[in-house]
């Protein structure tokens, strides 16, 4: 094996198996290097070898030794502060106030150790859920409304869209009218007349007090649900043209 003198120097010419690092310290790999008398190694060559490769880290040469350094890169890492997200690039430790543990949501709180949603969230988390999902039964009530009443008596489906609902208003504040070709909801006429106006505004109403007491009942029944969102409401509504 070559000899080096105190300074670096080669006390004699040959080859011999250098260990190198990149412009970051960190070991790159083992190469063959030949080396003349008097002469020194390339530069960021080494005669020691580096300890064997350790998961989860680097082997950097620092303070002319190589040392095991943390390597995150490549990982994500979430604040602890506000959850937001950081992509690690640099060898080292994980940078204060984050964590490699990913938050569950948008409510979670960091407690030191584990992302944690604290009671008094989880209420709020779960009111405003129950508030969305009220929502939606709402307007599935309302959607229901608009989208034809059947009228016994003539067999046909009669519009009940808001424009539609107007007109018959109007009409029942008429003392009397003629009976009037009114076009239904499968493009054919019936005569409207003051008695068949009643049935219609009647069924109607029977409609939508039907659906009123449904989504009344979904309500309760997703105000205990322990998921409000998963609920599923779609049961019991009154009967709309075409299904």
């Known amino acids: 094996m070559i000899q080096f003198d105190q300074q670096g120097f080669a006390l004699e010419s040959g080859e011999i198996t250098v260990y190198q690092t990149n412009s970051n310290n960190e070991f ?38 190589w040392q095991y350094v943390e390597d995150h890169r490549g990982e994500t890492v979430y604040s602890t502060v506000d959850r937001s997200s ?22 979670c709180e960091w407690n030191g150790t584990q992302w944690m949603v604290s009671v008094e969230k989880q209420a709020e988390i779960k009111a405003n859920q129950q508030t969305q999902m009220w929502e939606k039964i709402k307007q599935k009530r309302y959607d229901n409304g608009r989208n ?40 054919s006429f019936v005569k409207l007349n003051k008695a068949l106006l009643d049935e219609l505004s009647l069924a109607i109403f029977n409609h939508e007090q039907a659906d009123f007491r ?30």
């Open 28 to 65: 790159s790999g083992a190469t063959t290097e030949f080396v003349s008398v008097g002469g020194g190694l390339s530069a960021n060559s080494y005669l020691d070898a580096p300890p064997n490769v350790k998961n989860g880290f680097a082997i950097v040469r620092e303070n002319n030794s």
């Open 86 to 107: 950081l992509e690690i690039k640099e060898l080292g430790d994980i940078p204060e106030n984050y964590t490699a543990v990913r938050p569950e949501n948008d409510y």
């Open 148 to 187: 034809g009443v059947y009228v016994k008596s003539v067999d046909k489906w009669f519009h009940t869209d808001d424009v539609s609902r107007q007109q018959y208003t109007f009409l029942r504040t008429l003392e009397s009218f003629p009976d009037t070709d009114w076009k239904v909801m499968d493009n």
């Open 214 to 243: 449904n989504a009344e009942m979904h309500r309760i029944k997703m105000l205990q649900a322990e998921n409000p969102l998963d609920y599923d409401y779609a049961t019991g509504w009154s009967a709309t043209y075409g299904n």
